[in-house]
């Protein structure tokens, strides 16, 4: 498993997208038995190397997010069955 302590959601404006993903995020690591990890949300433009083990965005910023570090973007930011499968996949289960 992935040594993920800290993710970070992000959206072009930090507000309602990116809050959305922080819920969904905490659901799916805690139906999946994640413990022990950190979600908050920000906007594009406080992202930055180093502020978290994993950012979530939409696709259309994951070319953004990868140059900060470790990404995942998502097709759908409210889908829920989507985000557990990035999340898995980030951690390896």
Known sequence: MENIKKIVCFCGSGLGSSFMM???CKKAL?????TGVTVE??????IH?????LLICG???LPQAQK???AVGLKN???MPEMTEK???AFGI
Do not use: R
Not at 49 to 53: K, L
């Open 87 to 89: 999340i898995k996949e």
């Open 59 to 61: 696709n259309d910023l």
């Open 77 to 79: 930011l409210v889908s």
């Open 22 to 24: 922080e819920m969904n």
């Open 49 to 53: 190397s180093g502020m978290a083990d």
């Open 41 to 46: 949300h920000t906007t594009l433009a406080d």
């Open 68 to 70: 900060c570090g470790k």
């Open 30 to 34: 805690k139906n999946l038995g994640i």
